[in-house]
């Protein structure tokens, strides 16, 4: 080497070196736009790690030649046992993460050690207003502070040193609608970005942005309109007012901003992703058609003002919850010789998109799993071409994607090294058809189409079909071909978010209750990691002390982790923070049992009475205590209660004497004929349960044996 080369290299090391050294020191009173544009390596300051949301990691001390020897650094028990699905914000070897009920911790990165914590007390009633658990997906962190929205709508800043309170508002209006708020907050240009959820009870779907520093709210952009008698808000409302019918304002609409918001700092402009219409059923909500502005679309906006710049609508007339909250990418990509600004999306509607981010125009639309709904997208008008059974009007039809999505709100990774898009991807049909006599109800589920699928005879078979037509995977998707490259099967669905680092790895956990990481280029498992429980959440990996950490939150629940109805072997342990490192030694402790109380005697054999009960339980009970009377456990179990519970039931269902526990009263929708039949049906499932756990052993794997191959048969027909 030449002694002009040598310098050189040394100049490069000793640059090297003082780039780490200034990328260490940053502090969260310096994170800025600035900062999570720059994307230091050594930090997760955003909620996608940058603005650009691609959850790729220049890390690469962990590596697919060294990944075997991951092991557990340290974990951390939340105060709770119920789904996580936060996104660990790391900065200056401090981690932020929220956990059930909107509790957001603050944890020493290389210990595990709480450093602080703030209980934001919601109140426990407001869970029935949470469509799908008391989950948070995580904080934001800007200028000093930790912001976080809770449960209960509010928007609340805190000290990122001391966790003391700065500011709170009452980020939506919960006495007019039943909001509330599960998703991160972004921050740029001094301007706190914040939805709502709700869609599934009926609410008017905004996006509002506030002073970082007051909390005072600068502007807010709705995503549907209101009754035209009382005016709009704006050119983009009274535009979209002419896609509706009807009087779609007395349901609320839709259109929740519940999980995407990215900022684009090359551009300067802001992307929400909007939801469902509310009902889900279009001839419900927009009885004489129309495309219903701002469904299921990608807006952008001005970040400074919230003025509409252009749309693009996914899913016109939306009927199925197809959202368009799942997360927006942001890269470049070159087509046909042009190099383009881009959005990647793949939504619950099973089509991975191509949008120019610049004015909306629709490149590419290809699915990216099974769908039934519609056969391909048309380039020229940008609308799906649908299949005859996709609007369900004559009847109930089996249609996929289900509800679910065939991507729901697990976050998905781009590697600039592979080229690829891993989407943790959901297989699953849904039954869907319109309610006779629809009746709206504030505060209740009001979805238009039924949420019982057909029953089954036997819980064994009803367990086994679950898992076989509710599929999941790891998809390696190529946006340059739009093709699969790669698909690594899953034995459950719901599984978590993704990560990928330039080690050539790609992280994820999984619904059985697997951390893994596989090789980025051939999908192939190189290492994984019991984590006693379902995984949800998306990993980030993070540097301290020039030793790489790899965290994931881990809890099972979720939406499908609680309607789902799969059974569980031990109680749920507590919800964890896990951190590897290369070799960490730490351990978890075993799960402890599940208690299981017999259940009093059947109340009636009334086929009628059960059948009523049945849909009743649907109607009010199913998603959370699940499927056919099945719960994950975190939500108590109705087959396995103490007598006590039974004793009390119509105290407890329709007088709401648990109401400071989350167990609200029916009182005002159920009489106590319908209270009888709804417990009627549970004591048939909890006596089902209790005889099936008395047959011989060799009787329940004969019968498990043969229900395994009738339902593979059914799913391969299906």
Excluded at 229 to 247: I, K, L, T, V
Excluded at 274 to 295: A, F
Excluded at 678 to 691: P, Q, T
């Amino acid at each position: 080497m030449t002694g002009k080369n040598s310098w050189s290299a040394l100049l490069l090391a000793f640059g090297s070196v003082l780039l780490s050294a200034t990328a260490m020191a940053l502090t969260p009173s310096e994170v800025s736009t600035r900062e999570i544009a720059s994307n230091p390596p050594g930090d997760w300051l955003s909620y996608g790690k940058d603005y650009r949301e691609q959850r790729f990691s220049e890390l690469k001390q962990v590596n697919r030649d060294n990944v075997a020897d991951l092991g557990l650094a340290w974990s951390f028990d939340t105060d709770h046992n119920r789904g996580l699905e936060a996104t660990p914000i790391v900065v200056d070897g401090v981690m932020y993460v929220t956990g059930n009920w909107s509790v957001v911790y603050a944890l020493d990165a290389r210990s595990g050690k709480l450093l602080w914590k703030y209980d934001p007390k919601v109140p426990r009633e407001w869970a029935k207003m949470a469509c799908c658990d008391v989950v948070n997906r995580g904080v934001a962190v800007y200028e000093g502070k930790v912001i976080f929205g809770s449960l209960d709508a509010r928007l609340i800043a805190l000290d990122a040193a001391s966790g003391e309170l700065l500011w709170e508002v009452q980020s939506a209006d919960i006495e007019a609608y039943p909001y509330t708020i599960t998703g991160a907050p972004r921050v740029a240009k001094g301007l706190v970005f914040i939805g709502n959820s709700g869609s599934e009870y009926g609410v008017r779907g905004f996006v509002s942005a506030f002073d970082v520093n007051t909390g005072e709210m600068r502007w807010r952009f709705y995503t549907v309109p209101g009754n035209p008698a009382d005016g709009f808000e704006n050119d983009a409302m009274r535009r979209a007012a002419e896609s509706w019918s009807g009087n779609w304002w007395e349901y609320g609409g839709g259109g929740t901003v519940w999980d995407s918001i990215v900022y684009d700092d090359e551009l300067d402009q802001l992307y929400i992703g909007v939801g469902n219409g509310s009902p889900w059923s279009h001839r419900i909500r927009s009885p004489e058609g129309g495309d219903n502005l701002y469904l299921s679309s990608i807006v952008a906006l001005d970040p400074d003002t919230g003025e509409y710049l252009w749309h693009y609508q996914e899913t016109p007339a939306e009927s199925w919850d197809y959202t368009a909250t799942q997360q927006i990418m942001l890269a470049d990509m070159e087509i046909e010789g042009q190099l383009r600004k881009v959005i990647w999306h793949a939504p619950k509607n099973g089509f991975f998109f191509i949008i120019d981010r610049e004015n909306g125009k629709l490149l590419s639309a290809e699915p990216y799993t099974d769908v039934n709904w519609a056969t391909h997208y048309d380039l020229e008008t940008g609308r799906p071409v649908e299949t005859d059974i996709a609007r369900y009007g004559k009847g109930p039809e089996l249609i996929r994607p289900s509800s679910m999505g065939a991507h729901n709100w697990q976050a998905m990774a781009h590697s600039p090294e592979t080229g690829y898009v891993y989407i943790p991807v959901i297989s699953s049909l849904f039954q869907y058809e319109d309610v006779q006599d629809y009746l709206h109800r504030w505060g209740q589920w009001n979805l238009g189409v039924p949420l019982a699928q057909p029953a089954l005879p036997d819980p064994i078979l009803a367990q086994l079909m679950i898992k076989a037509m509710t599929r999941g995977s790891l998809l390696a998707w190529d946006p340059r071909t739009q093709s699969a490259a790669w698909e690594l099967p899953h034995k459950l669905t719901w599984n978590g978010g993704v990560l990928a680092t330039a080690g050539g790895l790609v992280f994820q956990g999984t619904a059985e209750g697997q951390v893994i990481a596989v090789d980025a280029k051939t999908g192939d498992q190189l290492w994984s990691f019991d984590a006693r429980t379902g995984v949800m959440a998306p990993p980030v990996t993070f540097s301290v002390d020039g030793e790489q950490y790899i965290s994931v939150l881990v809890g099972w629940g979720g939406a499908f982790g609680l309607i789902a109805g799969l059974e569980q072997e031990h109680a749920p342990p507590p919800s964890r923070v896990l951190t590897f490192k290369l070799g960490g030694d730490a351990r978890l402790p075993e799960n402890a049992a599940k208690s299981l109380h017999e259940p009093p005697p059947r109340l009636t054999d009334d086929e009628a009475v059960l059948a009523e009960g049945r849909d009743l339980y649907y109607a009010y009970c199913a998603a959370c205590h699940g499927t056919e009377v099945v719960s994950n456990g975190a939500i108590p179990d109705l087959r396995h209660l103490p007598r006590a519970f039974h004793d009390n039931f119509n105290a407890i269902v329709l007088d709401g004497v648990m109401s400071k526990l989350g167990m609200v009263g029916f009182g005002e929708v159920l009489n106590e004929e319908q209270a009888f039949a709804i417990h009627a049906f549970i004591l048939e499932h909890a006596n089902i349960d209790k005889e099936l756990r008395a047959q011989p052993q060799w009787w329940r794997d004969l019968k498990t044996w043969f229900f395994s191959a009738l339902a593979w048969l059914v799913s391969l027909l299906t």
